[in-house]
Nanobody, 126 residues
């Protein structure tokens, strides 16, 4: 079982930046992919980006490409999401999730992920 804890959320004006971190602990065998999802009030949870242990392969959702960057440390203990040029539509609760899945050209559906953090709020004002 993998345990995930997010940190780093907050409030910024449009155009600002935030860095989110996801601390990953537990059995690494069960997780080869860590993703960030977000959920705004009244909307479905959507995938933002996924990063795989193998070769640091990443997949970004179209809405954040060029603005968000995901990375992980060498020990795969921390996954960092750097968010630049934030927009009001980026406002949401951001979740870190873990899964063991085949490398895919998408973040995938929330149902594919078995481990979740508690979430961290990101608010972008216009």
């Amino acid at each position: 079982q993998v345990h995930l804890v997010e940190s780093g959320g907050g409030s910024v004006p449009a155009g600002g930046s935030l860095t989110l971190s996801c601390a990953v602990s537990g059995d690494p065998i069960t997780t080869n992919c860590v993703a960030w999802f977000r959920q705004a009030p009244g909307k479905e949870r959507e995938g933002v980006v996924a990063i795989y242990n193998t070769g640091d392969i990443t997949e970004y959702a179209g809405a954040v490409k060029g603005r968000f960057t995901v990375s992980q440390d060498d020990a795969r203990n921390t996954v960092t999401l750097q968010m630049n040029n934030l927009k009001p539509e980026d406002t949401a609760m951001y979740y870190c999730a873990g899964a063991r899945r085949l490398i895919a050209r998408s973040v995938g559906a929330p149902s594919e992920y078995s481990a979740w953090g508690q979430g961290t709020q990101v608010t972008v004002s216009s």
